[in-house]
């Protein structure tokens, strides 16, 4: 049997996938099983940060591998407790809790709000507000906090206690605020599965200053716009607002699973011992590939990664076939004419990977992707849009 076939023998029917077996890559580049290459504007979904199989990246995960691969949250361990020092370094967040996914990020920063709620409004202060077209992850409970029908239909009842508000609209925040007992705003800085779209400066100033006056928490979901996606270390940076809770996941660790929730000042001591955990969270390995990452995410890189998507932006904008060009930083939605999957497609049989959130083609390339692969994919991209 072929890869293929086992894989739609024994796994789950879950995924719709491409018809690509990868097997090996480096930077920005891959190989299918037939040998041929491609460049990488996925990075496997915002999560590997500087490509496939980076050597400064693999020297760090051999060292801790070498030392040990686990110990459980019965022990102290360096490279989490040096990950969580570095996170709160570089954010001014105050403590950090690890997980292994972004929706468990999310569920720890749900938990938190649910108790921030509890200790300081009363018992029955547990709603959050979310927004429409948001994505918060698969668990019953992030699932109940995504803004978007169609990933509840199958699953019902999920957990309760969200309610959603249109995106950019300040006054529909208000009034689900006068409704509702509600002890968090939480929505992603730029929409991702929901059709990569930036938040407006102006409402997420604004969700700022209701959090204040309100008394409730401002949760960043920054899983996939966070770790320098956005041309900042954490997309909330590009607007000048705090957050009480960032949760964040994917590119963290490069390509290894690790979640991590930044608890503020407001936050920082809600949980107590023995309220939250996991086995796996802040692995050692997965913790010493984050220090590698994030320890590279500098201004240097930052200001490469404005760069870069400027470059994309000014490229695209305008050009024969796209309608709109949205995003952030390296994280970019366009709108085409023809329909997004057989652009996918064209693209893909040219050596160009990309993806899709909703109805746009979607971006993501390696942080660290040489100008010369960029411009040879952005090149391809735009005549498949042309048609
Ligand atoms: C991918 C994603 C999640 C879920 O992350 P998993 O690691 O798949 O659990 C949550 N929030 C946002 C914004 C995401 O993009």
């Known amino acids: 049997m072929t890869i293929k076939e086992i ?16 097997v090996s ?13 491609y460049i990488d504007l996925g990075t496997g979904i915002a999560v ?9 990246w693999i020297g760090a995960i051999n060292e801790q591998l070498n030392c040990l691969q686990h110990t459980s949250n019965l022990y102290y361990s360096e490279p989490c407790a040096k990950l969580a020092r570095m996170l709160c370094e570089r954010t001014g967040m105050k403590k950090v809790f690890f ?6 990020a999310n569920e720890c920063a749900i938990k938190v709000a649910r108790k921030y709620g509890e200790l300081n409004k009363g018992a029955e ?42 995106p950019n609209n300040l006054e529909d925040v208000k009034s689900l605020l006068k409704e509702n007992k509600c002890c968090a705003v939480m929505f992603e800085v730029v929409q991702g599965e929901g059709g990569v779209r930036a938040l407006d400066a102006d409402f997420l100033t604004g969700l700022e200053e209701l959090a204040k006056q309100e008394d409730i928490l401002l949760v960043a979901d920054e899983v996939q716009c966070g770790n320098g996606r956005s041309g900042e270390l954490y997309a909330y940076m590009n607007y000048g607002i705090t957050p009480d809770v960032v949760s964040t996941a994917k590119g963290l660790a490069g390509g290894l699973p690790l979640g991590a929730t930044l608890l503020g000042e407001k936050v920082k001591d809600v949980l107590g011992a023995g309220m939250h955990g996991s086995t796996f969270g802040g692995n050692p390995i997965c ?12 201004d240097k890189l930052l200001a490469d990664v404005k760069k870069k998507s400027r470059y994309i932006f000014d490229e695209l904008n305008g050009s024969k076939g796209i309608i709109s060009v949205s995003g952030l930083g390296l994280m970019i939605g366009i709108e085409t004419e023809r329909p997004a999957a057989e652009i996918i497609e064209e693209c893909r049989n040219n050596g160009v990977l990309v993806i ?13 992707i040489e100008t010369e692969l960029l411009e040879k994919a952005v090149k391809i991209i735009k005549e498949a849009c042309a048609g």
């Open 125 to 166: 202060y547990t709603t959050i507000i979310t927004l429409k077209d948001s994505f918060h992850g698969r668990t019953l409970t992030t699932l109940a906090a995504t803004g978007q029908d169609v990933f509840h239909k199958d699953f019902l009842p999920l957990t309760d206690g969200f309610v959603y508000a249109e």
């Open 25 to 37: 890559g480096k930077g920005s580049l891959v190989k299918d099983d037939e040998g041929k290459e």
């Open 356 to 368: 899709k959130a909703k109805q746009k083609i979607r971006l993501l390339p390696a942080l660290n």
């Open 99 to 104: 997980s292994n996914s972004g929706a468990e």
């Open 7 to 22: 894989d739609k023998e024994y796994i789950a029917n879950t995924y719709a996938r491409f018809p690509l077996c990868l």
């Open 48 to 56: 590997n940060t500087f490509g496939y199989s980076d050597d400064l």
């Open 287 to 298: 913790s010493a590939a984050a220090l590698n990452v994030l320890s590279r995410i500098d």
